[in-house]
């Protein structure tokens, strides 16, 4: 019997070995084809969370919770009443908190809330503007992930001409 | 030509990056005047570097407005850095620009 095991040992070594060798060759071949590009990795957005249609289920697949604590270090600026909901400019500062992780931009009544994440490393001052969206009235939120934690701030934008129209 | 504009300017010990790219941004919802939906075509994932070095990584839908623009700012940032901007949207298009700061 210890025979037995001792001269199958070697062919699963060998199989195993065979094995590796492809799998390592395929990758060389990929890479080697341009197919694995550095850093911009496709596959890394969030569609699930993307697809949401309701701001709980969005931030639940962003954070995995929906606990967002209210707080006045996240400074939301939005226009009051947007007449062209195409383009609505929303800035957001978070630089009262430390250590934040991401600055999100949710438009609640959007038939997909979540607008867009910005995730920062250490080095970056936790601020970002952009414009976005929005297909009726309704409440933008900003949320900010720091140590952990889930700030918030939600001001009420009027939309004049929705921007998701046609 | 998808082009990446991309202004960095240096003010009080940090660097506001400022970026306007150029993209239709169709969140799939719309239609043309034929009834049709026009499909969804975004950009997915935008990436800042400074000196190489990925500082920001966002990922965005359709509900961006149409030529995004965005601004974000860095510390230690020095006259003569280089600073990038590339996306990626779910087409698999891509494109990319970068700016010396002055």
Not at chain 1, 63 to 74: C, H, I, R
Not at chain 1, 94 to 117: C, D, G, H, W, Y
Not at chain 2, 48 to 57: I, K, P, S, T
Request: aromatic share 4%; glycine share 10%; with cysteine.
């Amino acid at each position: 019997l210890t025979e037995e095991h001792e001269t199958v040992k070697p062919q699963q070594q060998r199989r195993l070995f065979i094995k590796g060798t492809l799998a390592g060759g395929a990758v060389v071949a990929a890479a080697g084809l341009g197919l694995i590009q550095p850093r911009l990795v496709l596959a890394a957005w969030p569609t699930d969370a993307f697809h949401s249609n309701s701001l709980e289920e969005a931030l639940n697949k962003v954070f995995g919770s929906s606990t967002l604590e209210a707080s006045d270090k996240v400074v939301l600026k939005a226009p009051g009443i947007a007449e062209n909901g195409a383009v609505v400019p929303i800035s957001i500062n978070a630089e009262q908190l430390e250590n934040v992780e991401s600055i999100s931009i949710f438009s609640e009544k959007n038939p997909t809330p979540l607008v867009a994440r910005f995730k920062l490393k250490p080095g970056c001052v936790p601020e970002v503007s952009t414009r976005i969206k929005m297909g009726e009235s309704g409440d933008v939120i900003a949320v900010v992930q720091a140590g952990g934690k889930l700030y918030s701030a939600t001001t009420n934008v009027k939309v004049t001409v929705g921007g998701c129209g046609g | 030509m998808s082009e990446v504009k991309i202004r960095a300017a240096l003010k009080d010990g940090k660097c506001e990056v400022k970026a306007l790219l150029t993209h239709p941004m169709e969140t799939g919802r719309r239609k043309d005047p034929a009834g049709n939906l026009i499909p969804a075509h975004h950009i997915q994932t935008v990436e800042l570097l400074h000196n190489g070095n990925l500082m920001v990584e966002a990922d965005w839908g359709g509900a961006i407005s149409t030529n995004p623009f965005f601004s974000v700012s860095l510390n230690d940032v020095a006259s003569g850095d280089t600073i990038e901007v590339r996306w990626v949207d779910n087409k698999g298009e891509t494109s990319s620009g970068s700016v010396k700061v002055k």
